[in-house]
């Protein structure tokens, strides 16, 4: 099993669509969660922490299940720009701030 | 603030030659990363500084894969001899705590 698993889409939605991306991790001593995005050709970016309690950021909704070992973000009224990859980062513990990265989940948001 | 800095950003080499990749961290970052991105897949860590030690090499192919960090500063990243499979992205990330900050990568080819 990989320690962090992501559908690789692509996911094709029209603007104003809503989306959602599900992550699961392996380790269930990790520590911390973030979704990384990442533009074609460009380096990656941290988009959001996330939470147990959840983590709102404008149109965007990220929420951490520990018992499932599961994070999610959704993506409300998309927009063209929001066309990117995706990437679920997990920080596995164990001292160090090591980030294990999932393979990314690809969004195109079409007119 | 200025970001991290990598060069070259593009190489292109023959397999078995050999290729340096140079990192400027952001001013006052300990924490300095070193990332194998291939394409279609998350970045993988390779090597993980604090100041001018090594944390983490555990995913460093220790036989063709060297780095330094002299300093506490800068980093250099290199490959002896280069495989075709060491084609990807080299990110380099640093980061005063959790949340990772990359550079732009240098894109190597290896032919």
């Known amino acids: 099993r990989k320690e962090v698993e992501q559908d690789p889409g692509p996911f094709n939605v029209p603007e104003g669509a809503t989306v959602a991306f599900n992550c699961t991790y392996s380790n269930s001593a990790s520590q911390s969660f973030f979704w990384y995005r990442q533009d074609c050709r460009k380096e990656p970016k941290l988009l959001m922490s996330?939470?147990?309690s959840g983590n709102e950021d404008g149109r965007f909704t990220a929420q951490l299940n520990r018992a499932s070992q599961y994070i999610s973000l959704l993506i409300r009224d998309s927009k063209l720009s929001d066309s990117a990859t995706y990437l679920c980062?997990?920080?596995?513990?164990?001292?160090?701030?090591?980030?294990?990265f999932g393979t990314g989940t690809q969004l195109k948001v079409e007119l | 603030e200025a970001g991290v800095a990598q060069s070259p950003r593009y190489k292109i080499i023959e397999k078995r030659q050999s290729v340096a990749f140079w990192c400027n961290p952001i001013?006052?970052?300990?924490?300095l990363y070193w990332y194998q991105q291939i394409l279609g897949q998350g970045p993988k860590l390779l090597i993980q500084f604090q100041n001018n030690g090594v944390v983490d090499d555990s995913q460093l192919p220790k036989d063709r894969f060297s780095a330094e960090r002299l300093k506490g500063v800068d980093s250099t990243l290199k490959i002896q001899p280069a495989k075709l499979e060491d084609s990807a992205v080299y990110l380099c990330?640093?980061?005063?705590?959790?949340?990772?900050?990359f550079g732009p990568g240098t894109r190597l080819l290896v032919l």
């Open positions: 990330a640093s980061s005063p705590g959790e949340t990772q900050y």
């Open positions: 996330v939470y147990s």
């Open positions: 001013s006052g970052h300990a924490t």
């Open positions: 980062v997990v920080n596995m513990g164990g001292g160090g701030n090591k980030l294990t």
